[in-house]
C-alpha cells in the first residue's frame, strides 16, 4: 500500500527540540521529492519545508527559517524534521506530503500525505 | 510572500452545484491545486493544474481559472462532499507554497 506514516509528535516545553519521522511505503522514496505541512489546531494548512529526492536542494518557510532542519534517508525511506526553539505557535499537526513527480519532473503540490503527528508547545 | 483568498464558507443542497473561488495576484502566472480535508483526516488532492482531475476524483468535481480567480466547482453536491477545501499556488521564483485560507463546504 502507498503510504505516509507520521511519529514523533508530543507535548514539548517552549524552547526544546523534536524530531519528526515520516515512513513512506509502496512507492520508490528515492525518486520523489518531499515536503512537510503543519495545521494549527482549527487553523488552516500552512507549508513548512522542502527536500528535492537527493537532499540537494533544500527550502524553509520564513517562519521556521534557522529552527527547523529537514532531512532525509533514501536507504530508510524516511523523511525527517528536527525542530529546535520551539515556540507556541508552533504548536500543529506536522503532514509530511509527497511532492507530485512525474517522468524525474517534480512539480509544487502534494498528491500523497500522511495523517499527520501532533506537536503541543506548552507549558 | 502572496496571499490567496477562499471564502470562508460555502453552503449548498444536496443535488445542487457549488462553486468554491480562490483568488491571487499571481494566479494568472501560476496553476492553482485544491484540496479536501474531512475533519480528522489528511488533506487529498481534488485537482491540480487549475482543472485536471487525479484519477478516482468523481467527474462531479472540475476546474477553471480567469484571470486572477480560480473555481472549483462541484456539480450535483453530495452529502460526503461535506468538508474543507484549501486552495494552493506556489511561486518558483521564491521558493514559496501558499494555501489559501479554506473553506468550510456545508451541505443542507
Known amino acids: 500500500e502507498v503510504q505516509l506514516v507520521e511519529s514523533g509528535g508530543g507535548l514539548v516545553q517552549p524552547g526544546g527540540s523534536l524530531r519528526l519521522s515520516c515512513a513512506a511505503s509502496?512507492?520508490?522514496?528515492?525518486?520523489?521529492?518531499m515536503n512537510w505541512v503543519r495545521q494549527s489546531p482549527g487553523k488552516g494548512l500552512e507549508w513548512v519545508s522542502y527536500i528535492s529526492s537527493s537532499s540537494s536542494t533544500i527550502y524553509y518557510a520564513d517562519s521556521v527559517k534557522g529552527r527547523f532542519t529537514i532531512s532525509r534517508d533514501n536507504a530508510k525511506n524516511s523523511l525527517y524534521l528536527q525542530m529546535n526553539s520551539l515556540r507556541a505557535e508552533d504548536t500543529a499537526v506536522y503532514f509530511c506530503a509527497r511532492a507530485y513527480c512525474s517522468g524525474g519532473n517534480c512539480q509544487w503540490f502534494f498528491d500523497l500525505w500522511g495523517r499527520g503527528s501532533l506537536v503541543t508547545v506548552s507549558s | 510572500s502572496y496571499e490567496l483568498t477562499q471564502p470562508p464558507s460555502v453552503s449548498v443542497s444536496p443535488g445542487q452545484t457549488a462553486r468554491i473561488t480562490c483568488s491571487g495576484d499571481?494566479?494568472?502566472?501560476?496553476?492553482a491545486y485544491w484540496y479536501q480535508q474531512k475533519p480528522g483526516q489528511a488533506p487529498v488532492l481534488v485537482m491540480y493544474k487549475d482543472s485536471e482531475r487525479p484519477s478516482g476524483i468523481p467527474e462531479r468535481f472540475s476546474g477553471s481559472s480567469s484571470g486572477t480567480t480560480v473555481t472549483l466547482t462541484i456539480s450535483g453536491v453530495q452529502a460526503e462532499d461535506e468538508a474543507d477545501y484549501y486552495c494552493q499556488s506556489a511561486d518558483s521564483s521564491s521558493t514559496c507554497v501558499v494555501f489559501g485560507g479554506g473553506t468550510k463546504l456545508t451541505v443542507l
Open positions: 499571481t494566479l494568472p502566472k501560476q496553476y
Open positions: 509502496g512507492f520508490t522514496f528515492s525518486s520523489y521529492s
